[in-house]
């Protein structure tokens, strides 16, 4: 059975400040809450600890990226290990900033995702098609590519430690959304290649993301292949975030 997830990014946004104002609202809110939605905050690193310590029992937390490493002289990266060991639960891998500004490349992506099983986390897969990509009817086979070449070591039993996270690169803090039809293609789509990887792919959860917000997510969560989101921009905000959080259908 799919996790409906709710996955709330920061991005290397927010302060000390946001993390009390925000976990606390959403601890006092989150409790009425009766859809089932596990909901994840993914904070800068440095920021962990903070939500940690002022969230209570039902929120989640996760890092936005880990190395590609176990340990070692590695100046500036932190280890899939250290998430865990903080109370991590999650990490973003191959989010399309880091495969675009970082230069990440799928070799590390499937690297990452081995040390996230190593910590016991949870790994968060990114995949998503370029403007031009989609233009030029490329959109499926690239996004299928990238759930190959991350995905194609993982194991029987570390499936259930896997979710997907479509977000197309155009819709990522533009404004605009892919409609709820395409995305639910290209879930489907991911579906598919996922059986083909050998998953379970019905057991697992699939998020859509890209300028998802209070008044789209739920024609978007309604879709049958979609179990929840990756939210950028309006997850700094605790009355839009709670928002997204109550779209998610009580079922399917
Ligand atoms: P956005 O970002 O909601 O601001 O578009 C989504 C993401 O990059 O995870």
Redesign the pocket.
Known sequence: MRRKIVAG?W?MNGSRSLVKQLVSTMNSDLTGLDNGVEVVIIPPALYVSDVIETAERSIQVGVQNVACWESGAYTGEISAAMAGDLGCSYTLIG???RRQLFGETDEQVAAKIDQAFSAGLTAIL?VGETLEQRESGAAEAVVAEQIRAGLAGVADEQWQRIVV?Y?PVW????GKTATAEDAQAMHASIRKELAALGAPANDVSLLY????KADNAAALFSQPDIDGG??????LKADEFLSICRAVPREY
Do not use: M, Y
């Open positions: 990014n991005k989010h399309s900033e990114c996270a977000e819709a990522i803090g533009t993301g890209g300028s998802v990756l939210i950028g921009g309006a997850s």
